[in-house]
């Protein structure tokens, strides 16, 4: 009897500890929720003509023009992203859209991955029209991780842990969808996260 009420004891403390150790593990996402899945497109519509596939966790964009434009809007957020693209590619993360089929920076910010852009000012991690980057940061060739933070009519972009926009201010547009641009060259998406806040 004894040795039975030393393995019940026992057992009460691995399932203790399983449980709190989940629970610890769900309070470290700090409220991030996965946009993508890398199995799937849930969630998401294609507009335009880019060919997007999934699998091996991530989703690919290859040959322009088109998006992934999110199902679901949102106003105040943090996104975590990991992305790779060409050292020519030009994509982007698009925010608060205005316009599920029509997406531009005339109806939604564009956070910029394009290291070639003409106007080096708004490529990558910039906001076009919005915020400029200087230096440029190089994203072409391998992965990178970019915190994109709105709150209100403020803007923070921060690239491989560097700010690359600090206090970025414009008001025109208070909520939107989400959407991931491929205009050419590829681009390869695996993580998507979001914290409203």
């Known amino acids: 009897m004894k040795r039975l009420n030393q393995y019940l004891a026992t057992l009460a403390i691995c399932v203790s500890t399983l449980f709190c150790g989940n629970w610890a593990i769900a309070q470290n996402a700090d409220g991030f929720v996965d946009l993508i899945d890398g199995v799937s497109l849930d969630g998401w519509n294609i507009i335009g003509t880019a060919s997007w596939t999934i699998g ?19 106003k105040n957020f943090i996104i975590k992203a990991e992305f790779w693209v060409e050292s020519n590619t030009n994509s982007g993360i698009f925010i608060r859209c205005q316009d599920p089929s029509k997406v ?10 394009w290291d070639t852009r003409p106007e080096q000012a708004y490529a990558t991690g910039a906001i076009v029209d919005i915020a400029k980057v200087d230096p440029v940061p190089k994203a072409g060739g391998r992965w990178n991780t970019m915190e994109i933070t709105a709150n209100g009519s403020n803007f923070k972009v921060v690239m491989n842990g560097v700010v690359t926009v600090a206090n970025g201010q414009d008001s025109k547009f208070a909520e939107g969808l989400i959407a991931l641009q491929s205009a050419g060259g590829v681009v390869k998406f695996k993580k998507l996260q979001i914290k409203p806040i």
């Open 56 to 74: 091996n966790g991530l989703i690919v964009g290859n040959s322009p023009s088109g998006f992934l434009v999110s199902s679901k809007k949102y």
């Open 104 to 113: 531009s920076t005339a109806s939604a910010y564009e956070i910029n991955i």
